[in-house]
């Protein structure tokens, strides 16, 4: 179920904050469920996903530890708990808003066509993966029912082609003769993935300093000012997808220090900038 993986979730958290409602109640709880949620759900698509999988998975140096290719969990007992996550995420969802059990839905579909397909054709792998990161954000607006701004969501989409360019790129150099096992790096160049996450992290920067000026002011711009360690954290992720090592993006958010202290700083600034406005 890739427990590691589940940070990626926190992503239902930025519309809230974004709106500086989060610690407002109801809001704070209902985009707790909007986590466990995801949680849950995205849980559910790695088992399934392992399912799928399971015969390329058992001729891959590192996949064939996985529980259900090494043997260790049953094709059945997988697909029965993926059905059980699923369900219960969806009808958490639904209870706090129809809006989000529609949007739990849509991912777990578009989820399920990923594994099936998507994830070996070019560009649409891509286009997927983002979406489903963008979904993650968009879910916290909805579970709280809050309006979100198109820059907001400018931000969300082209940070998240951003990271799996950058995933893309970094699996591409590291697995080497191993990229026959997903077909679709078969069909990029590093030329071309550069190519992508260049122009996502532009697009990302550019989307979140218009972001930044359209908010509300009364005092110090916090927001505006937020800008400077939000183009840091880009540039030092870029370090990272350019040394190839961005093939796991929770072990870059886990464990690189110099990021997690510019975060710190960024998350410090558009609270206050929330809270002055």
């Given at each position: 179920?890739?427990?590691?993986?589940?940070?990626?979730?926190?992503?239902?958290?930025?519309a809230?904050?974004?709106?500086?409602?989060?610690?407002?109640?109801?809001?704070?709880?209902?985009?707790?469920?909007?986590?466990?949620?995801?949680c849950?759900?995205?849980?559910?698509?790695?088992?399934?996903?392992?399912?799928?999988?399971?015969?390329?998975?058992?001729?891959?140096?590192?996949?064939?530890?996985?529980?259900?290719?090494?043997?260790?969990?049953?094709?059945?007992?997988?697909?029965?708990?993926?059905?059980?996550?699923?369900?219960?995420?969806?009808?958490?969802?639904?209870?706090?808003?129809?809006?989000?059990?529609?949007?739990?839905?849509?991912?777990?579909?578009l989820?399920?066509?990923?594994?099936?397909?998507?994830?070996?054709?070019?560009?649409?792998?891509?286009?997927?993966?983002?979406?489903?990161?963008?979904?993650?954000?968009?879910a916290?607006?909805?579970?709280?029912?809050?309006?979100?701004?198109?820059?907001?969501?400018?931000?969300?989409?082209?940070?998240?082609?951003?990271?799996?360019?950058?995933?893309?790129?970094?699996e591409?150099?590291?697995?080497?003769?191993?990229?026959?096992?997903?077909?679709?790096?078969?069909?990029?160049?590093?030329?071309?993935?550069?190519?992508?996450?260049?122009?996502?992290?532009?697009?990302?920067?550019?989307?979140?300093?218009?972001?930044?000026?359209?908010?509300?002011?009364?005092g110090?711009?916090?927001?505006?000012?937020?800008?400077?360690?939000?183009?840091?954290g880009?540039?030092?992720?870029?370090v990272?997808?350019?040394?190839?090592?961005?093939?796991?993006?929770?072990?870059?958010?886990?464990?690189?220090?110099?990021?997690?202290?510019i975060?710190?700083?960024?998350?410090?600034?558009?609270?206050?900038?929330?809270?002055?406005?």
């Open positions: 179920m890739r427990p590691r993986q589940w940070t990626k979730n926190l992503l239902v958290v930025a809230p904050l974004a709106a500086g409602q989060l610690f407002h109640a109801p809001v704070w709880w209902q985009t707790a469920v909007a986590f466990l949620a995801f849950a759900l995205s849980g559910a698509v790695y088992l399934v996903n392992d399912v799928v999988d399971v015969e390329s998975d058992r001729a891959h140096p590192r996949k064939r530890l996985r529980p259900i290719a090494a043997g260790e969990l049953s094709v059945r007992s997988g697909l029965v708990a993926a059905v059980v996550l699923g369900l219960g995420a969806v009808t958490a969802g639904t209870a706090v808003s129809w809006n989000l059990g529609l949007l739990l839905v849509a991912y777990a579909v989820q399920a066509g990923y594994s099936l397909w998507l994830k070996h054709e070019p560009v649409f792998d891509l286009a997927v993966v983002s979406v489903g990161f963008l979904m993650r954000a968009v916290g607006g909805l579970a709280a029912g809050l309006p979100l701004s198109g820059f907001f969501l400018m931000v969300a989409g082209f940070g998240s082609l951003f990271m799996v360019a950058g995933k893309r790129y970094s591409l150099h590291t697995l080497g003769s191993e990229a026959g096992t997903r077909r679709s790096l078969i069909r990029y160049t590093d030329t071309y993935l550069r190519f992508v996450w260049g122009i996502a992290a532009t697009s990302t920067a550019l989307s979140y300093c218009l972001w930044a000026f359209e908010q509300p002011t009364s110090v711009p916090w927001q505006s000012i937020s800008i400077v360690p939000f183009v840091l880009l540039l030092r992720y870029a990272d997808i350019d040394a190839g090592q961005a093939a796991e993006p929770e072990d870059i958010i886990l464990g690189d220090r110099g990021l997690q202290a975060g710190v700083a960024w998350i410090l600034l558009v609270s206050l900038g929330v809270l002055g406005g």
